[in-house]
């Protein structure tokens, strides 16, 4: 086990992901201004810091080693999921604690933001790989930016700006996640017919 975290530079990624949190604490009510179809969307800084987070705990999965890892289906695939289950609840943690002090509304929203951010980027690392997990992300901020903001205010789906209330966006960021767990997990079994981490 000692060897797995090591290759993975475990310690490193959290300590980048803290980091990130509390820059996220200090600036992120700061606004991100995205155009779409020439409306501009405003977003805080702190729901992209969550996305970069997230990537960070994904792309934590990626293997030094792939080869090795292929044929493994104990050790390395039980520390695999101990390893994302540690990540993705560190993850959490940073998100929730750098928006808490803003408010306790705030903190379920970012909370919320950064599940869905996750899902994303497990798709993308199960589809694709681990390394290129930011590509989920990416595409989620195009389908917010376009599409997020019907008539100027949050729709009620939109997992990054609709209020805590809302169960729809509470939904869509569950499914993201699950979507992601299970196309990593078929990938890492090899049931997508894609070549295994």
């Known amino acids: 086990m000692k060897l797995y975290v090591r290759s993975r ?17 200090v600036i992120g009510t700061n606004m991100l201004t995205l155009v779409s179809r020439g409306d501009p969307v405003a977003v805080p800084y702190l729901l992209v810091l969550d ?19 292929r044929g493994d289906v104990g ?20 998100v929730v604690a750098a ?13 919320r933001a950064y599940l869905a951010w996750l899902g994303l980027a497990l798709l993308a690392a199960g589809i694709l790989r681990e390394s290129l997990a930011a590509i989920g992300p990416l595409a989620g901020f195009f389908v917010i930016a376009w599409f997020g903001h019907p008539a100027g ?9 609709a209020p805590a209330t809302m169960l ?3 939904l869509v960021a569950a499914g993201l996640l699950a979507a992601g767990l299970l196309t990593c997990a078929r990938r890492w079994r090899g049931d997508l017919g894609l070549p295994r981490p």
């Not at 050790?75 to 940073?94: D, E, P, Q, T």
């Not at 928006?99 to 509304?105: A, K, V």
């Not at 205010?153 to 700006?161: C, D, G, I």
């Open 9 to 25: 530079r475990l310690l490193a990624a959290g300590a980048l992901m803290a980091v990130i949190a509390v820059i996220s604490a």
């Open 51 to 69: 996305a970069f987070i997230a990537v960070l705990a994904v792309g934590s999965l990626g293997s030094p080693v792939p080869a090795m890892d």
């Open 75 to 94: 050790v390395v695939a039980r520390a695999r999921w101990l390893h994302l289950a540690g990540m993705g609840a560190l993850g959490l943690l940073l």
């Open 99 to 111: 928006s808490l002090p803003r408010s306790g509304m705030g903190a379920l929203e970012a909370g």
């Open 153 to 161: 205010a949050p729709a009620p789906w939109n997992w990054e700006q």
């Open 168 to 170: 729809t966006s509470w």
